[in-house]
């Protein structure tokens, strides 16, 4: 780390607002105390899962803030680096949804990296992410976990639709019909699913809520007409990052789950099943 990152480290590290941070934190942590209490009360048996939830998210968080600190002192080059490990980190919590398909860590890899990245350096290029430290990272972050969070459902509704459906698949692989033929309904209804809670987010924008980018940017003093129509765009980089990552992994998965005789592989979909 050079002098100047640790210094400014050591000086957002210092600032009096940490300390009306924390504050605030309490206040969330008993608000949060009362719904534990609810939880152990009616006996809901996850109560344990939203503490160690909550601590963790606490930590990441505060680290990231701390990482993202020493980040802004440093070359712009560092920004892709971050991106990459983030790609990377997503595919590997994503891939968990679906763990019985041969190959799923790898071509989630490659479908948040195409999804994300794509969406990432487009709009770049457009000017709607400016080429700072700050926006790279913070945008790039958003479009790779919501690429992250579509393909994670996606993965979910695609092994539920296979084990759910195989006697239809096979009867169509029976008849004549080719592994892409058999399987496009269900590819299709994964695609679909998994894009939901954007599409949800998009119709509701300005209507059942105000988006937490726009709201920062008015507060902050921006022309709200300008930060609604860049919140827009925000939300489009967003569908169009997840769903470039879904229809790519589920048509790479796709593939995956027949034998070379073009016959529906069992020992997936019983893994699947398992």
């Known amino acids: 780390m050079s002098d100047a990152a640790l210094e400014t480290f050591l000086e957002y590290a210092a600032d009096p607002v940490i300390v009306t941070g924390f504050g605030q934190i309490a206040i969330a942590a008993v608000l949060t105390a009362i719904v534990l209490a609810v939880i152990y009360l009616r006996q809901l048996g996850f109560g344990r899962e939203v503490v160690t939830t909550a601590v963790r998210g606490l930590v990441q968080v505060v ?102 459906n195989r006697d239809e698949i096979e009867a ?46 008015i507060i902050a003093g921006a022309n709200p007409i300008y930060a609604a129509q860049y919140q827009f765009v925000i939300m489009l980089m967003i569908f169009a990052a997840g769903g470039l990552t879904v229809v790519a992994n589920t048509l790479l998965l796709s593939r995956r789950v027949f034998t070379d005789s073009k016959q529906l592989d069992q020992d997936i979909v019983d893994a699947i099943e398992t």
Request: proline share 3%; aromatic share 6%.
């Open 172 to 217: 169509l692989l029976s008849v004549g019909a080719s592994p892409d033929q058999a399987i496009t309904e269900y590819v299709s209804t994964s695609v679909y699913a998994a894009l939901i809670p954007t599409l949800d987010a998009i119709k509701s924008l300005g209507v059942v809520k105000i988006p937490g980018l726009m709201a920062g940017m």
């Open 63 to 164: 680290a990231a803030g701390a990482i993202i600190g020493i980040l802004l002192t440093m070359h712009l080059a560092w920004a892709g680096v971050v991106l990459v490990c983030m790609i990377v980190v997503a595919a590997w919590i994503s891939y968990k949804r679906a763990t019985a398909l041969p190959g799923v860590f790898r071509t989630s890899v490659v479908a948040i990296g195409f999804g994300g990245g794509l969406t990432i350096v487009a709009m770049t290029a457009a000017g709607a992410i400016e080429m700072t430290m700050e926006d790279v990272i913070v945008i790039g972050s958003m479009v790779i976990a919501n690429s992250m969070q579509t393909n994670s459902l996606a993965l979910d509704r695609f092994t539920g639709e296979i084990a759910a």
